[in-house]
């Protein structure tokens, strides 16, 4: 197989994320659940992997690194936490329902007063309507790092000024990002970062977090084992243990260490010019076929791939051929693994007037070679014969 | 059971906290190690840092110094 969706997950994981989760499971007991050589052992390898994501992410307190499953249930965690009956927030179009679901359910329950930033034809942020969005009780911006469906990539320092100059709080949801390109929460001036493991940062299945960078009253929203204050009939109110109730993914948590360890080898610069030398590969062989039309800004892979800055997706379609047949005819006549559909993204679809077509989406790994790009462009070009 | 003897018992509000102290000591060379928090100090659950209470002036020389998340310090028979 030829898997080029690894926006949905990255599908080859590093040896040594494989290795680190055969070693927690046959090592470690249960974290802060005594004090026992395997229980500490484990305590130990989370800590660590707290300051492994803390430094990453250039944030500079470990406690502040807060595991979740995924990034929807950190933003579910950091959403439904933080604002209340008639708040305001300003998102974008580009968000995943991850973002819009929880924000529509609060407008629904909580009266919650929302606004999306629009965005131009090649997917670019309308970047002029966050200003123009803030009322009084305006209380955060969310923002996607990185559209899965575009690969645009959101200006975030830019936005972080409106925010920092206005008093809000800049909420980015790293799905995408996180593991592709750099990101440092100080520098950026991001106050809550929500990642998911899975994805390009080669973890397993099960893993996630927020990281805070700035002390930042969440609400909890489960309460239970803590390991410690057992007597307190509360939640212990101190982070992590705050947003942490119950057994930790230990397993999981050894892998997402490891393929930060991977990233931090390799080096994150190294993969994201592999990952856009693949993508321009794939431009350059299919953009003289008729009827293609891409979603992003085409002139950023004129550029040579060092200096491309996007995402590491291609979303495409070829007029008159739904985006659900081209990945079928991919996956079962070509066995290449790709995207079809609405990417959980409604609003960028509408954006881009593809709420009928769907997309193609190719996503790219550092594990990718330029034979099985070579082999896509090949199926792609057989297709719309 | 081991003889009792004085002891200085560090204890934390998070296990976060008590594997950061770990790692804070071990960097700085000071003695001690996580046990479960003694009943003497609390009936809850948890780990704390233990030293023999002759090195107490090292944890407080620690403390003062590096600033670390912890909750109580204290001179314990245990």
Redesign the interface.
Known sequence: MIYLDNAATTFKKPVNVIEAINHALTSYGNSGRGAHKASLDSGRMIYETREKISSFFGSSDPSKVIFTSNATEGLNIVLFGLFKSGDHVISTVTEHNSVLRPLYKMEKERGLSLDFVGIDECGRLKYNEFEEYIRPNTRAIVVNHISNVSGEIADIEYISKIAGANNLYLIVDASQSAGSIDIDMEKMGIDILCFTGHKALFGPGGTGGIVLNKDIIIDTFKVGGSGVQSFNKEQPGEYPTRLEAGTLNIMGIAGLGAGIDFINEVGIKNIHKKEMYLLKRLYEGTVDIEGIRYYMDCDELKKPSENIWHGSILSMNIEGIHSGDFADCLGQDYDIATRAGAHCAPLIHEAFKTKETGMVRFSFSYFNTEEEIDTAIKAIKEIVK | MREKSWKYIVT?????????F??LCEAKAVPGR???VPKEIS?????AWCVDFESANLIDDLIREENP?YNSADKVWH
């Not at chain 2, 934390?12 to 950061?20: K, L």
């Not at chain 2, 009936?43 to 780990?47: A, D």
Request: charged content about 10%.
């Open positions: 934390f509000h998070t296990t976060t906290a008590a594997m950061a770990e790692k996580l046990i479960p009936s809850g659950c948890g780990l998340s």
